[in-house]
């Protein structure tokens, strides 16, 4: 089973969480509300859509990059967590 449908329910909560981020951007726009805020609605969906990106990226590395049952000594701790902070600041 796959890290996405494993962590399915959660990762659906932070769609809809995106999602409603979305819909306020939309309604900002709709009535002409200050680009101040419309940036601040804008940098907001942005953080949470790389955040979910990053976590599903995190997972896919951790979960389906090497097979630890062939490869027992193939993931090499370290090296995942630098990779993983890459990807992190990367998304940010």
């Given at each position: 089973m796959t890290h996405t449908?494993?962590?399915?329910?959660?990762?659906?909560?932070r769609v809809r969480r995106i999602q409603g981020q979305l819909a306020a951007?939309?309604?900002a726009l709709e009535n002409e509300t200050a680009c101040?805020?419309?940036m601040q609605l804008l940098a907001a969906a942005r953080?949470?859509?790389?955040?979910?990106?990053a976590e599903v990226v995190e997972e896919h590395v951790r979960t389906h990059l090497v097979d630890q049952t062939r490869f027992p000594e193939a993931l090499n701790g370290p090296a995942v967590a630098q990779l993983l902070d890459v990807v992190r600041a990367y998304m940010r």
């Amino acid at each position: 089973m796959t890290h996405t449908i494993r962590e399915k329910q959660k990762l659906l909560a932070r769609v809809r969480r995106i999602q409603g981020q979305l819909a306020a951007l939309e309604r900002a726009l709709e009535n002409e509300t200050a680009c101040e805020q419309v940036m601040q609605l804008l940098a907001a969906a942005r953080g949470a859509l790389a955040s979910l990106m990053a976590e599903v990226v995190e997972e896919h590395v951790r979960t389906h990059l090497v097979d630890q049952t062939r490869f027992p000594e193939a993931l090499n701790g370290p090296a995942v967590a630098q990779l993983l902070d890459v990807v992190r600041a990367y998304m940010r």
